[in-house]
C-alpha cells in the first residue's frame, strides 16, 4: 500500500447571495438551541434577535433570487430593515413560493422592525430589560416565520448559487 500526501492549494469559494440563505440557516439553528435551552424566568433577547437575523437574511437572499440583485446593493439598499424588506420580498413575489403575509406576520414583522432595525435586542439595557419591549413581537409567529421562510428560500438560492 502506498501513502499519499495530497497538498490542497489556497482558494475561495464565492456564494454570492446564497450566503444570505446560509446565515439564515446558521441564525435559525442557534435560535433554536437558545430559545430551547430554558428560561431564567427573565426575558431574554437573544432567541428574538436570532430569529429576525434568520428572517432578513431570508428576505436578502429572496430578493437576490427573486430580482437578481448584487449582495453589496441589497445590503446597501436594505441594511436591518425587516420593514422594508418584507414589503419589497412580498412585492417580488413572496406570496407565490407559499410564505402567505397573514395578519399575524405583519404584525410580527412591524413589532420586530422597532427593535431589530436599531439593534435594540443585541445592545439592550438589562437593568430596564423586564420593560424595554412595550411591542415585542410574539416569539412564536417568528419562529415560524423564519423555519418557513428557511423551508421555502435556502432551496430557491442553493438552485441559483
Known sequence: MVNTVVTPG????GL???GFALYARYY???????????????????PYSLYCHSIESSLKAFIWVSQG???KEIKDKYGHHLAKLWRDAKA?????VSVKPTPSREHAIADAHIYHRYREFQYI????????????????????LAERLDEIVYPLALSKA
Do not use: E, W
Not at 489556497?10 to 469559494?13: A, E, F, R, Y
Not at 430596564?128 to 415585542?136: E, G, H, Q, R, Y
Open 125 to 144: 439595557n438589562v437593568v430596564k430589560a423586564d420593560t424595554d419591549f412595550p411591542s415585542l413581537p410574539d416569539i412564536t409567529v417568528l419562529a415560524r
Open 92 to 96: 417580488s413575489g413572496l406570496k407565490n
Open 10 to 13: 489556497t482558494g475561495s469559494v
Open 69 to 71: 440583485l448584487g449582495t
Open 16 to 18: 454570492s447571495g446564497f
Open 28 to 46: 435559525l439553528d442557534a435560535a433554536r438551541l437558545v430559545r430551547n435551552a430554558g428560561s431564567t424566568g427573565r426575558f431574554n433577547p437573544v
